[in-house]
Structure formats: C-alpha cells, structure tokens
C-alpha cells in the first residue's frame, strides 16, 4: 500500500498554491538554514517531511516554523504518550488489535487523502488511549515522509464505542487531540465526517463541545447513514466495509501493517528523540 505522490498529482497541488517545484526547493532550504540553528529540535527532517510541512501550512514560512517547532515540543509536553508507542512493542501491537487507522490509497478529486479511525467490535478491554494516539501518529509519520496532498479528510466511525473506551480516554488525551488538531494538523483538515454515532457519543460531543474551536467545529459534519456520507467520498475511495468499491478494511489494515515494518527504523529513531528531549526538559 503506498502514499506516495507521483509527480503530476504533486504538480497539481504545488499549481493550487501558484508554486513550481523551485519555490518549494527554495523554501525548504529556508526552513533547513532556519533548522540549523535551533538547538530545541533534536534532528534535521528530512527533504519530503519539511516539503510536507510546508505544503500543509500553505506554503507560510512562520507557520511551518511554529508546527515544526510543535511536532517536537509535543513529546516534552506529553512524554508518557511517547513511550510505547513504537509499533514493535506488545502494548502497540495489543492496543492495534482494538482500533484501526486507515489511509486510503486513492485520493478523492486527485487532492485529498481520506483517513479512515475506527474501533473493532468486542475488542474494548485491549483499548488504551495512549496508543490509540500513537496509532495516529505513527500512520501521519509515515505519511510525512512519503505523502503529499492538499488536505486530509478524516472518517471517524464510533459504531462500536463502548463505555470502557470513555472510562480509559482522560482529559489528558483531550488535551493532546485539541493541541495536535490545532497546532500540528489542523491546516491539513478538510472536513471530518462522524458515522455511527451512538446516545453515548452525542452526550460526550456535547460536553466537549467547548474545548473545539469555531474553525474545527465547521468542519465536522455527522451522518446518520453511510448514503449521505457518499456526497463527500465517491464509492471508488471507500472500502467494502462502507459500501464502497476499495479493498476490505481487513485487507487495507494488512497493507498497513507491512508499511509500519519498513519504517521501523524511523520509529526505533523516534524513542531516542522522545528519551533525548524528556532528558533536555528534566535538566532544563
């Protein structure tokens, strides 16, 4: 299973901005001369990771800084979120058995990426919230270096949320979903699309509804059956499961799996960051 861009479709999107192939060249080494000189960011990311930083930020050069500078500030503001989420070590593997994340292969209009969050039926005692976040962050790391769209569209699918999922869930994990949509991804967001939503959901939407800023809070439509959800997301993008014509969830989950092994030696590099900058704020 592969996101990676070809170069028309890249083309295309660095077009919508008004950009060539030598603004974002020229950009990414502005970001990389900048890089070099803060000593709060443990590495120099790579080429693609910076291209996708600056895209997803709309080719603004502060903004890249700050969502930059946020992307590894996170992992001082919540270390224990970052200690187990490499997605080699058995709680990962336990955590993943209960919920998937899923980006699409085919973009939707040749520009956006859907990414598809749900949890698994009769799976809610393997549930933890740190690495259901982890989960997360590990698809968009992957996606950071070989990925390159205009906007993401997110499917949330909460058919078989249980009570046991909301007791594990903390303010915490509120906390750092607000931060990351806000801070890290929120550029990137197009729509989120809530399906199966139950009495349980709706009651905690509503009380966290404060904590969601009006800009988010725009772009989150509920659906109260998949039909209406197909005047977002044609039939050819969705999997079987949601009445579309792409592989099975089961399948694309699979896909998924051998994706995480080839990147396992940037997830073995990110425990050394999340340990180097735990270590920077404890002795600063």
Same mark, same amino acid.
């Given at each position: 299973?592969?996101?990676?861009?070809?170069?028309?479709?890249?083309?295309?999107?660095?077009?919508? %901005?008004?950009?060539?192939?030598?603004?974002?060249?020229?950009?990414?080494?502005?970001?990389?001369?900048?890089?070099?000189?803060?000593?709060?960011?443990?590495?120099?990311?790579?080429?693609?990771?910076?291209?996708?930083?600056?895209?997803?930020?709309?080719?603004?050069?502060?903004?890249?800084?700050?969502?930059?500078?946020?992307?590894?500030?996170?992992?001082?503001?919540?270390?224990?979120?970052?200690?187990? !989420?490499?997605?080699?070590?058995?709680?990962?593997?336990?955590?993943?058995?209960?919920?998937?994340?899923?980006?699409?292969?085919?973009?939707?209009?040749?520009?956006?990426?859907? $990414?598809?969050?749900?949890?698994?039926?009769?799976?809610?005692?393997? /549930?933890?919230?740190?690495?259901?976040?982890?989960?997360?962050?590990?698809?968009?790391? $992957?996606?950071?270096?070989?990925?390159?769209?205009?906007?993401?569209?997110?499917?949330?699918?909460?058919?078989?949320? @249980?009570?046991?999922?909301?007791?594990?869930?903390?303010?915490? @994990?509120?906390?750092?979903?607000?931060?990351?949509?806000?801070?890290?991804?929120?550029?990137?967001?197009?729509?989120?699309? !809530?399906?199966?939503?139950?009495?349980?959901?709706?009651?905690?939407?509503?009380?966290?509804?404060?904590?969601?800023?009006?800009?988010?809070?725009?772009?989150? @439509?509920?659906?109260?059956?998949?039909?209406?959800?197909?005047?977002?997301?044609?039939?050819?993008?969705?999997?079987?499961?949601?009445?579309?014509?792409?592989?099975?969830?089961?399948?694309?989950?699979?896909?998924?799996?051998?994706?995480?092994?080839?990147?396992?030696?940037? %997830?073995?590099?990110?425990?050394?960051?999340?340990?180097?900058?735990?270590?920077?704020?404890? /002795?600063?």
């Amino acid at each position: 299973m592969s996101c990676t861009m070809d170069e028309r479709t890249k083309q295309r999107i660095l077009g919508l %901005f008004g950009r060539s192939m030598n603004d974002l060249n020229a950009d990414v080494q502005l970001v990389k001369n900048w890089l070099c000189k803060q000593n709060h960011i443990p590495e120099i990311p790579s080429k693609h990771m910076i291209e996708y930083f600056i895209v997803s930020n709309r080719f603004s050069i502060e903004t890249t800084k700050e969502r930059l500078s946020m992307y590894y500030n996170i992992r001082k503001l919540f270390p224990s979120a970052f200690q187990a !989420i490499n997605p080699k070590t058995n709680r990962m593997k336990m955590a993943c058995s209960a919920q998937y994340v899923l980006p699409l292969p085919k973009l939707v209009d040749g520009l956006y990426r859907v $990414i598809i969050v749900g949890l698994k039926e009769g799976k809610s005692d393997k /549930f933890d919230a740190d690495c259901m976040m982890g989960n997360v962050l590990n698809v968009y790391e $992957i996606r950071m270096q070989e990925d390159l769209t205009y906007e993401d569209v997110l499917i949330l699918d909460y058919q078989n949320l @249980h009570l046991t999922h909301v007791i594990r869930t903390t303010p915490r @994990h509120a906390q750092m979903v607000k931060l990351l949509l806000e801070k890290v991804y929120n550029n990137r967001l197009k729509e989120i699309h !809530i399906i199966n939503h139950s009495i349980l959901f709706n009651l905690l939407f509503k009380l966290a509804q404060p904590l969601i800023s009006q800009n988010l809070h725009k772009k989150i @439509h509920f659906h109260d059956s998949l039909s209406s959800l197909l005047a977002y997301i044609p039939l050819d993008v969705l999997p079987k499961d949601y009445g579309g014509n792409e592989k099975s969830v089961e399948e694309l989950e699979e896909m998924w799996k051998g994706k995480m092994k080839k990147y396992q030696h940037r %997830f073995d590099e990110l425990d050394e960051l999340t340990i180097n900058v735990t270590r920077q704020k404890q /002795f600063n």
